[in-house]
């Protein structure tokens, strides 16, 4: 081929085929999740309800239950995304988080993702008013979705 001819050949992008996870699957998994975990918590720590008369052990502004109860929900996430990319609730809904550039999720990702940005969610309530941000975005993607370089697709 000449370079003239090289020149006007149309170049097509590729055509994204990936169905994105939206809002409301993404919530209902959610809830799923919330669901599980909190059974675990009322498992583990039932047994709490028989020490110390059954009075809350505190441990300055928080008590030992609300502690485990939290550690729970943070590692639930945490570790559920790192080994499976998913955690149950995705699991029934068949969704999976992955990474934009679609490498296997990193360690420093998904600590990001699940600990600091669902932190700063409950610690700021009003911004899980963000979340919203899901349902408006081309790739459905979350504000921490976007800041950590992730997205949810249907499996």
């Not at 409301?24 to 110390?52: C, E, H, Q, T």
């Not at 679609?102 to 420093?108: E, G, N, T």
Request: glycine content about 6%; charged content about 15%.
């Amino acid at each position: 081929m000449s370079e003239e001819q090289l020149e006007y050949d149309i170049v097509t992008p590729p055509i994204d085929t990936t169905k994105y996870a939206g809002f409301w699957m993404r919530f209902w998994a959610y809830l799923a999740d919330l669901v599980i975990v909190f059974s675990i918590n009322g498992i583990l720590l039932s047994p709490f309800k028989f020490i110390n008369e059954g009075k809350p052990i505190a441990i300055s502004y928080w008590t030992l239950t609300g502690i485990i109860g939290v550690l729970v929900l943070y590692f639930y996430f945490l570790l559920m995304t790192k080994y499976y990319g998913q955690t149950l609730g995705k699991m029934i809904f068949g969704l999976k988080v992955v990474r934009k550039d679609l490498q296997p999720l990193q360690w420093s990702d998904i600590i990001f993702r699940e600990v600091v940005c669902r932190f700063f969610y409950r610690v700021f309530f009003i911004a899980q008013l963000l979340y919203i941000v899901v349902a408006f975005d081309n790739k459905k993607q979350g504000i921490h979705d976007m800041i950590s370089d992730t997205t949810v697709i249907h499996q």
